[in-house]
């Protein structure tokens, strides 16, 4: 079998899969969030928490429950790192540094789990398992509760209140992201994957040195890694690691992880506002950009050059034999259009191109599919962009779903957008004119400012995936990246929730012959058009300096 067709042969299983869990889990999320009884489970937390969950909250204290929560795990977890030398359990790792502790903790929190650091050699099983993924955890559900209430927001009329964030967070964790983590763990670990909590033992003797490695609960952090769109890895090497990602099944299993949730919750949303047809429509402007990049980043990868292109059958540095191109390639599109920046080649080693089409796949905002959460309430907010721009086309006040899109809801959405765009390229032009920062580049010239031109991208829009030449491990850098994941994930939220609040106060506009109609694939059309060129718009200048320079020039 010729590895185009293995790759493409890949590509038709997960569609396939992806078809057949489509319907039952959109359902079933949507079962969750509508639901008006607690699991005996759910009362026994809202109790040691004090909350009420039967509570409905308008959007402020919606907004600040979500920045309470976030604001004390990202303490919590920082504390933790700072006194690991002095837990059980640590292996023997020294506390973490204070910046690199603020770093991690900030991305863990804002689930972009970006990762300076080199994970078996720094981090202890209670760092690990006690902190790190626990966050897999609840940061993924915090995603997925703001998704949920601007679904309510389109949903309900004529009042403010969008639901109990503490009742949504912790459904989303308890009826949703665990029952999956504990069946894929047993998936990941019959495939090859370690789950343990070995201490650090030698492997073997290399080149009259020995090699070390320490065990873990591998299997169970790597299936809510990837379930919950979070992306750090147990080890330094992630996904590419055989203790983590063993062969091609776990590789195509890890996949259908990352994309499983954000898709069905389409199904979710059009349950919940009354029209499956609207959540199909969304659900097709996902699904053509999330294909049209995997077949544009295969066939960039495959149309190989050169003698050494030709024995390998493509583009083979940085990749994995085990995985080879067409999984590596999938793999790489899947983990960057959502915010998962988990890795299982090395994206610095893709081609000019195929590193660019990484890079743009976060820059469209991470909406096809996108993260859990933020990838519907992205492509709603571009919806609503799309709406807005037929509006003044056909010179008539936008309607999205019975709402009217007026100035003040223009101007969220607005906003939402021009937050992640301002944030990547600022800290990237100061990371580029000061004299400090461009020393941690390893490579000169398009591809090392492709180098810190990705790291913001991904930390700003919560990826965390990296072209990993860039030292990122230094003050400068882990400051501000991780100032740059903090803002980029919850200043986004505030315009979602206030956007939920003004469209839930709304009274509900009957459709009329000039209504656009929403759910027609003309409207799917459109909205992959507004966003390929309010992105193209937004960062092309930046793009042709790195990616598209080095592309050309090779």
């Known amino acids: 079998m010729s590895p185009v067709l293995a790759g493409v042969l890949q590509l038709l299983a997960l569609v396939v899969a992806l078809g057949l869990a489509y319907r039952p889990l959109g359902d079933y999320m949507a079962g969750v969030y509508s639901s008006k009884k607690h699991l005996r489970v759910e009362k026994w937390i809202y109790k040691a928490i004090g909350a009420n969950p039967n509570t409905e909250m308008r959007w402020p ?61 720094a981090m202890g099983h209670v760092v690990q398992t006690g902190g790190l993924a626990v966050q897999n955890f609840v940061s993924a559900a915090v995603g997925i509760a703001v998704a949920v209430a601007l679904v309510r927001g389109f949903a309900r009329s004529r009042t403010g209140e969008l639901g109990n964030f503490w009742s949504d967070l912790v459904r989303g964790t308890v009826r949703i992201l665990i029952p999956i983590s504990v069946i894929g763990a047993l998936v990941l670990v019959a495939c090859g994957a370690i789950q343990n909590f070995s201490g650090i033992h030698e492997v073997g003797q290399f080149m009259g040195g020995s090699q070390q490695w320490n065990g873990g609960a591998v299997a169970s952090q790597e299936v809510i890694k990837e379930l919950g769109t979070n992306g750090g890895g147990y080890f330094n090497a992630n996904a590419s690691h ?113 590193g660019g089409i990484t890079m743009l796949g976060m820059q ?91 790291a913001y991208t991904s930390g700003a829009n919560n990826n965390g995936s990296a072209f990993a030449g860039l030292n990122a491990d230094t003050q400068w850098f882990n400051t501000t990246i991780g100032l740059a994941m903090l803002l980029g994930r919850f200043l986004p939220m505030v315009f979602v929730l206030a956007l939920a609040g003004s469209l839930a106060e709304q009274k509900p506009v009957p459709a009329t012959v000039g209504t656009l109609g929403t759910h027609k694939p003309l409207f799917s059309g459109l909205l992959v058009g507004t966003i390929l060129i309010i992105t193209g718009l937004t960062y092309f200048p930046a793009l042709a300096l790195g990616p598209l320079a080095e592309g050309l020039a090779s």
């Open 61 to 121: 204290a919606y907004l600040r429950g979500v920045l309470a929560f976030s604001a004390v795990s990202v303490l919590f977890l920082y504390l933790l790192q700072r006194v690991q030398g002095s837990l059980p359990g640590s292996l023997g790792f020294s506390s973490i540094d204070p910046d690199q502790a603020f770093n991690t903790a900030a991305s863990f929190v804002a689930n972009t789990n970006w990762q300076s650091y080199y994970g078996e050699q």
């Open 242 to 354: 055989p203790f983590e990602n063993p062969n091609g099944l776990s590789n195509l299993f890890e996949i259908f992880l990352i994309l499983v949730i954000p898709f069905a919750l389409t199904r979710t949303f059009g349950r919940m506002v009354g029209s499956l047809k609207q959540g199909y429509a969304i659900l097709a402007a996902m699904g053509i950009i999330w294909l049209g990049f995997s077949a544009l980043m295969m066939w960039t990868e495959f149309a190989h050059h050169g003698p050494a292109f030709d024995i390998a059958g493509g583009a083979m540095e940085g990749k994995e034999t085990r995985f080879g191109i067409g999984g590596s390639s999938i793999f790489a599109v899947a983990t960057t259009l959502t915010s998962t920046g988990a890795v299982n080649s090395f994206h610095s080693s893709f081609t000019g191109f195929g």
């Open 364 to 454: 469209l905002g991470e909406i096809a599919p996108g993260g859990t959460g933020s990838g519907l309430y992205g492509m709603l907010i571009m919806a609503i962009i799309a709406v807005f721009i037929a509006g003044l086309m056909v010179g008539r006040t936008p309607e999205y779903l019975g709402k009217k899109i007026g100035t003040r809801e223009i101007k969220f959405a607005a906003c939402y957008i021009l937050v992640t765009p301002t944030l990547v390229l600022c800290f990237t032009a100061a990371a580029m004119a000061l004299p400090t920062p461009p020393h941690s580049m390893t490579n000169t010239g398009a591809h090392g400012f492709s180098e810190i031109l990705y």
